[in-house]
């Protein structure tokens, strides 16, 4: 849950309160192939149908691709990211600076 919570990788767990990253996500995936979380699933479906009812006839669903929105806190920065992109200065005219390289004409090279 705390993977799926904050959008970590396996390898980013804390050691100290869960263990070895292989070790639970290898019972991550005992867990799945036993059907736990459908299990946790149809049990909250149950429970919030007893609470407030599921209007079943109208359903939508919906994604996004974003980071899990306590990723950064939970791990902290991205080791390989010097922040050299954010220190760059916007390019002058909203367009990147190239150099002005005339071509070589290739009939010259004989």
Known sequence: MYVLRTGCQWKALPKERFGSASAVHKRFLEWAAA????????????????????AWRWQSIDGAMLKAPLAQEAVGRNPTDRGKKGEQAPPAGGRAWRPVVARRDRSECA
Do not use: H, R
């Open 35 to 54: 059907g736990v979380f459908e299990a946790l699933w149809k049990t909250g479906l149950a429970e919030y149908e007893q609470m407030e009812g599921i």
